[in-house]
């Protein structure tokens, strides 16, 4: 047997029968929130089953949301906080290892460049011994 949409609201009507005002407009605002159809029949047997009272009772207020949103954001807040800050202690650990790389480049270059420098100078100096020997040698002979 087949419920068209009028006997399933008298079966609303009788589930809500010698309920308060209060009660029945809790029970369609809950329905309209959670975008439950009153004629639902999960709807009409948890409301019979009398569960639908304890949801009702036990809802929480839109106070109790808004102070748990807070939280939720608080949470929220400490947590991105956190990772940020230990992505900054990442980065500034990365750009150290990064300056130090370039210190100890620049002080191999600079290292090469006065070995070079040293190389010629000591070669000049070879070659001006040599030939001041040479000509001293020279001069001897002569």
Same mark, same amino acid.
């Given at each position: 047997?087949?419920?068209?949409?009028?006997?399933?609201?008298?079966?609303?009507?009788?589930?809500?029968?010698?309920?308060?005002?209060?009660?029945?407009?809790?029970?369609?605002?809950?329905?309209?929130?959670?975008?439950?159809?009153?004629?639902?029949? !999960?709807?009409?047997? /948890?409301?019979?089953?009398? *569960?639908?009272? +304890?949801?009702? =009772? %036990?809802?929480?207020?839109? $106070?109790?949301?808004?102070?748990?949103?807070?939280?939720?954001?608080?949470? !929220?807040?400490?947590? /991105?906080?956190?990772?940020? *800050?230990?992505? +900054?202690?990442? =980065? %500034?650990?990365?750009?150290? $290892?990064?300056?130090?790389?370039?210190?100890?480049?620049?002080?191999?270059?600079?290292?090469?460049?006065?070995?070079?420098?040293?190389?010629?100078?000591?070669?000049?100096?070879?070659?001006?011994?040599?030939?001041?020997?040479?000509?001293?040698?020279?001069?001897?002979?002569?």
């Amino acid at each position: 047997m087949s419920y068209g949409a009028a006997d399933t609201k008298s079966l609303l009507d009788i589930a809500l029968e010698g309920q308060s005002e209060e009660y029945r407009r809790k029970v369609l605002e809950l329905a309209f929130k959670g975008k439950i159809e009153p004629t639902d029949p !999960i709807f009409l047997i /948890l409301l019979a089953m009398g *569960r639908l009272e +304890v949801l009702i =009772q %036990e809802s929480p207020k839109p $106070e109790d949301f808004e102070l748990a949103f807070d939280r939720w954001v608080g949470r !929220i807040n400490k947590t /991105l906080a956190s990772y940020e *800050r230990v992505a +900054v202690e990442k =980065q %500034e650990g990365q750009i150290a $290892e990064a300056v130090n790389s370039l210190v100890r480049q620049t002080e191999l270059k600079r290292v090469g460049t006065s070995a070079r420098s040293l190389v010629v100078a000591a070669g000049i100096l070879l070659t001006t011994l040599g030939i001041g020997a040479l000509m001293g040698w020279m001069g001897l002979l002569m």
